[in-house]
């Protein structure tokens, strides 16, 4: 399972440093890993990694791709408490969505 979160577009960007700050707070080890094929963010002692679109540093836009039995509980609430910390939101088919 998977959710995309994104700033609303009235909102400036996010660094990278700035989300992974956010993750911390809400009690996740998190650490940013730069690849080739993309931004990534591990979680340590969870499955569940956290696929980040950046510019620069930059960062609107996100898919986090839980692991089996972490799409609910305390790691999927940490998680989406960091990303509506930063004022992010959900987005799916029918549109953006507030994550808490």
């Known amino acids: 399972m998977e959710t995309q979160v994104t700033l609303p577009d009235s909102q400036p960007p996010n660094t990278i440093c700035e989300v992974v700050a956010a993750l911390r707070k809400s009690k996740l080890n998190a650490t940013h890993l730069a690849k080739n094929w993309g931004d990534w963010i591990h979680l340590e002692d969870h499955k569940t990694v956290i696929s980040i679109e950046s510019m620069r540093g930059l960062t ?11 799409e609910t509980g305390k790691t999927r609430d940490a998680i989406i408490k960091a990303f509506s910390s930063l004022g992010w939101e959900g987005i799916d088919e029918d ?3 507030p994550l808490y």
Do not use: K, L, Q
């Not at 609107?60 to 972490?70: K, R």
């Open 95 to 97: 549109g953006p969505y």
């Open 60 to 70: 609107s836009s996100a898919t986090i791709e839980y692991a089996d039995g972490e």
